[in-house]
């Protein structure tokens, strides 16, 4: 499995950029996926996650900001994020779980893309 992330960059606050997240070498539609992000010193955390069903989930401080979409036909997860504040500025992945559901174990991780948003 191979995930590849792309979109990040450098914004002002109250911005907004689109993360997308290419997934490729297995069937896209058969694994959870999401967003977790990491700034420097702090924990690994989920910003945004989609299990099979189509249920997904926020992290409590995105909600209303973020946006979590796919284009089945394009192996592709996007991360659309508005209003950005300084403290959205970390490092941000890519997750392909290991099953239908969100856990804590998975099949594969992106490289990372960087978001800084300046105030």
């Known amino acids: 499995v191979t995930v590849v992330e792309s979109g990040g960059g450098s914004v002002q606050a109250g911005g907004s950029l689109r993360l997308s997240c290419v997934v490729s070498?297995?069937?896209?539609?058969?694994?959870?996926m999401g967003w977790y992000r990491q700034a420097p010193g702090r924990e690994r955390e989920m910003v945004a996650s989609?299990?099979?069903?189509?249920?997904?989930y926020y992290a409590d401080d995105v909600k209303g900001r973020f946006t979590l979409s796919r284009d089945i036909g394009a192996n592709t997860l996007y991360l659309e994020m508005n209003s950005l504040k300084p403290e959205d500025t970390a490092t941000y992945y890519c997750?392909?779980?290991?099953?239908?559901?969100?856990?804590?174990?998975?099949?594969?991780w992106g490289q990372g893309t960087q978001v800084t948003v300046s105030s």
């Open positions: 997750a392909v779980y290991d099953g239908m559901t969100i856990s804590r174990t998975y099949r594969a």
């Open positions: 070498g297995t069937l896209f539609t058969a694994s959870a």
């Open positions: 989609r299990t099979t069903g189509g249920t997904t």
